[in-house]
């Protein structure tokens, strides 16, 4: 069983950055699809970045929402098992709990992914960015 760990949330000022990792663990980590979602009160959790499983034809292809394309990169070390999104230039309207999410070889495209379509979940870390 796939099991997600996140660490690395917490409070920052406005143009600050944070870097969130995830640790993966139960089953092999390059064909696991991977992604952090984020979820603000009052709205539904939405993908903000993804990277495709290690191995096959899409190795490594990433999405980004619009919103923080330019500010966040998504990356993985097949060999750590592990997931990173660095976030810089942090805004307001970036305050949510992230989580991270694996699905077995999901294919990553130009759109964005749905929630639904991962089946494993780590437990959330909060990001609170001050003005």
């Known amino acids: 069983q796939v099991r997600l760990v996140e660490s690395g949330g917490g409070l920052v000022q406005a143009g600050g950055s944070l870097r969130l990792s995830c640790e993966f663990s139960?089953?092999?980590?390059?064909?696991?699809?991977v992604a952090w979602f984020r979820q603000a009160p009052g709205k539904e959790r939405e993908c903000v970045a993804g990277?495709?499983?290690?191995?096959?034809?899409?190795?490594?292809?990433?999405f980004y929402e619009n919103s923080v394309k330019g500010r966040f990169t998504i990356s993985r070390d097949n060999a750590k098992s592990t997931l990173w999104l660095q976030m810089n230039s942090l805004k307001s309207e970036d305050t949510a709990v992230y989580y991270c999410?694996?699905?077995?070889?999901?294919?990553?495209?130009?759109?964005?992914?749905?929630?639904?379509?991962?089946?494993?979940w780590g437990q959330g870390t909060q990001i609170s960015v001050s003005i």
């Open positions: 990277i495709s499983a290690g191995i096959g034809p899409t190795a490594g292809a990433t």
């Open positions: 139960g089953r092999p980590f390059n064909m696991y699809t």
């Open positions: 999410a694996a699905a077995p070889f999901l294919p990553i495209t130009a759109a964005q992914p749905r929630a639904t379509d991962f089946p494993s």
